[in-house]
C-alpha cells in the first residue's frame, strides 16, 4: 500500500473512521434514502420503487435485467420491485418480441402521474442537501464520483 493514501485506509494505525471517503458515502446515502423515504410515505412508495420509476422514465421500455444494472440491485430484487410496482399499477410488463426470455417494462399513465408527483417531493430533498454548495462544486463532486466508480467497476 502506498503512503498517500493511508490516511484514508482503516488498515493505518492513526485510523480515524471521519477520514475514511466510504463512511461518508455510505453516511450521505443513508441519510438521503431515510429524507427521501419519509416524503414518498405520502403516497404509499419507498426509495427502491422511486428509482425504478426514475429508471423507467430515462429507458423507456427497459428490461428487468436494464434496470437491475441502472439501479444496481441483484435481479432478483429488481424483479420483486417490478411486480410490486405492477400490482399497484404503475408499470406493466410485457415478453419481448425478439426474445420471450426477457420481460420488458413501461410506465402505465398511473405511473407517469406518480413519477412527477414524486419528483416534485424529491427535488426539496434533492434541494435541501446541496444547500451551501455551488453548481460547481456540485458537478466536481460528480465527477469525483464517476471516477471513482469507473475504477472501482473494472
Known amino acids: 500500500m502506498t503512503k498517500k493514501y493511508s490516511k484514508f485506509l482503516p488498515t493505518s494505525e492513526d485510523f480515524n473512521l471521519e477520514h475514511f471517503p466510504y463512511y461518508w458515502v455510505t453516511q450521505v446515502h443513508a441519510q438521503y434514502v431515510q429524507n427521501v423515504d419519509h416524503v414518498l410515505k405520502k403516497y404509499g412508495l419507498d426509495n427502491s420503487r422511486r428509482r425504478i420509476l426514475l429508471a423507467l422514465k430515462s429507458k ?18 429488481t424483479t420483486k420491485i417490478v411486480y410490486r410496482l405492477k400490482d399497484e399499477k404503475l408499470v406493466n410488463t410485457y415478453s419481448c418480441e425478439d426474445d420471450a426470455r426477457i420481460t420488458r417494462v413501461i410506465l402505465t399513465e398511473e405511473g407517469e402521474k406518480m413519477f412527477y408527483k414524486i419528483n416534485d417531493l424529491t427535488n426539496v430533498v434533492l434541494e435541501q442537501s446541496f444547500e451551501g454548495l455551488t453548481p460547481l462544486q456540485i458537478e466536481k463532486m460528480m465527477e469525483c464520483l464517476k471516477h471513482i466508480f469507473k475504477n472501482l467497476a473494472h
Do not use: F, G, H, I
Open 60 to 77: 423507456p421500455n427497459a428490461s428487468v435485467s436494464d434496470l437491475s444494472e441502472m439501479v444496481v440491485s441483484k435481479m432478483s430484487t
